[in-house]
């Protein structure tokens, strides 16, 4: 069994952004090209081979034979086609979709034959391969018609018939029971094999509970009623260790996950606008988002909320991604007299109790929006509003259920800052092409407005990047990204948390790994064994 903070908030893995449900969705589902977590090189996945043009502009997949969906039904060329033509639709909106224009072009799969498939790009790509592992193949056979008629993007709730669902991974959903488990089982159709030709997966069934919260998901750890806790706080990481009672833990250094405060940058409708505007018109002058970064003190909530097990950044690419990190980017640190400097230029003023004014005489107070489920987040939230208080600056913490939060953000934009926090699948920046381009799925501070000019220069450069020839071009335009982004703060990073998981003792080849997902990457090749067996 598997503990979670929250419950997952659907089961499409078109559509889903949050971690809960990918957590589940990726234990059914299968790619073309999968990336190890324990190397980060890429591996065959439902293609046993592929080749490349010598121009870099065409891949060709070579699919294995004789694969079935969870549902006994045959896979094919058409099943791969069928996912493309989906997740290149604009009007699905898919979070996936921006990893597959390059330069705003779109790419192009056809197929050769029931078992090969070409993928043309109109230039070279440079994330090459790698964007296969994120493209969960469909089933044809059980979207087409939902597609068709405009239904794929409500295809496939939490609550979905066990035999409307289908995929290529080593397991299929059994059972939903709201608020307390999703059941899935093994998956009799599951093509891999082990070194002796036993058919994978080793487990019979793989349980997620929701805890609502993370004490809960580890006193249930503790308690031996789950045999994994994929995500730790330092807090219940520092707890385990003093008493391991032989639970296996890792503390693998900063993640590729970057915890952020961002304001609400979309243009508002006329009621949003009477509610929200006045606070959106300081949100939208970037000294006040460069006063604000500067006045929480990052080094604090490492110490206090991460027990030290995380690193403070400036940047939302993190120390745990060695190849694109950006060494030479600027130092985190609290620095209150550059915010007030930054806040008087920008027309703002203190009042004689020391509350902060803008130039209309009005007092600035707004409020964050943070998951409730997140103890971490919580108390992150309660550390910044005690730190912008030192500028004047007055902010109110509202906890909201994880699914309620981001219909805020993703759907009505009725919110005015949130705290959140974003970890990619893979260290490439083609994963976070859906955040930097505008038009992404999880372009979470501006939707709808147009783009800004640095905007469009992001725009720009992460396109660019994409189909440059060498790592040295890439990473001088990613690095460029970077650069604007810490001088913009659409996002302002704060802290990228430790991986700190734990599992069982009892929980056989548990080998956890910095890339997503932490702990369930080999689900296929757990087992449980007895206490001192082996396997």
């Known amino acids: 069994m598997v503990g979670q903070r929250a419950e997952p908030k659907t089961l499409n893995p078109v559509t889903a952004i949050d971690a809960p449900s990918r957590e589940v969705i990726r234990r059914m589902m299968a790619d073309l090209v999968t990336i190890d977590r324990a190397s980060q090189n890429t591996a065959p996945g439902l293609a046993r081979s592929w080749s490349i043009s010598n121009d870099g502009l065409h891949y ?21 086609l069928f996912t493309f033509r989906v997740l290149l639709d604009d009007r699905i909106q898919s979070p996936q979709r921006d990893l597959l224009l390059v330069e705003g072009k779109p790419i192009r799969v056809s197929k050769s034959d029931a078992h090969t498939v070409r993928v043309d790009f109109p230039k070279p790509y440079g994330a090459a391969e790698r964007i296969f592992d994120s493209i969960a193949i469909l089933p044809r056979h059980l979207l087409e018609q939902d597609y068709e008629q405009g239904r794929l993007q409500s295809a496939w709730p939490v609550t979905v018939a066990p035999e409307k669902i289908a995929g290529l991974g080593p397991f299929r959903l059994k059972s939903y029971l709201a608020g307390q488990r999703i059941v899935l089982e093994r998956n009799p159709y599951y093509w891999r094999t082990d070194a002796k030709g036993q058919r994978l997966p080793y487990l019979d069934e793989l349980v997620f509970t929701p805890a609502g919260g993370e004490d809960v998901q ?31 833990l890792a503390d693998l250094g900063p993640s590729l996950e970057y915890a952020f405060l961002f304001f609400n940058l979309n243009a508002l409708d006329s009621d949003k606008q009477a ?61 209150l007299d550059l915010s007030r400097r930054l806040l008087a230029e920008a027309g703002f003023r203190a009042s004689a109790n020391g509350k902060l004014m803008d130039a209309q005489g009005r007092p600035v107070r707004f409020t964050l929006l943070t998951s409730s489920s997140n103890s971490e987040r919580l108390q992150m939230a309660t550390m910044i509003r005690d730190d912008l208080k030192a500028v004047g600056i007055e902010m109110d913490v509202v906890p909201f259920e994880f699914r309620a939060l981001l219909d805020r953000i993703l759907k009505t934009h009725d919110y005015e800052a949130c705290l959140m926090a974003l970890g990619g699948g893979d260290a490439d920046p083609n994963s976070e092409m859906n955040v930097w381009t505008t038009g992404g799925a999880t372009h979470f501070w501006n939707f709808n407005r147009t783009p800004f000019a640095w905007e469009t220069e992001i ?6 990047q994409l189909t440059a020839t ?3 071009e890439r990473k001088r335009d990613y690095d460029r990204v970077q650069q604007i982004a810490a001088r913009e703060l659409p996002l302002i990073p704060l802290v990228s948390p430790h ?5 069982k003792g009892t929980l056989g080849n548990f080998h956890p790994a910095v890339l997503d997902h932490n702990t369930l990457w080999n689900a296929d090749v757990l087992y449980l064994q007895a206490p001192g067996s082996a396997r």
């Open 499 to 503: 991986v700190l998981v734990a599992a």
């Open 459 to 464: 725009d720009s450069l992460m396109r660019r």
């Open 275 to 335: 509610r929200l505007g006045v606070a959106q018109s300081w949100f939208l002058d970037r000294r006040f988002r460069q006063a604000v970064s500067a006045a929480i003190d990052r080094d604090a909530i490492v110490k206090v909320v991460f027990d030290g097990r995380a690193a403070a950044i400036a940047s939302h690419v993190t120390p745990g991604n060695r190849r694109w990190f950006l060494t030479t980017g600027a130092k985190p640190r609290r620095d």
């Open 60 to 80: 060709r997949l070579n699919l294995r034979r004789g694969l079935r969906f969870s549902d006994g039904h045959p896979f094919d060329a058409d099943d791969v």
């Open 218 to 248: 580890i006193a249930r750890f503790v308690e031996g009623s789950t045999q994994v806790a994929p995500r730790l706080s330092a807090r219940n990481f520092a707890v385990l260790a003093r008493d391991p009672k032989g639970a296996q």
């Open 470 to 472: 060498s790592f040295a």
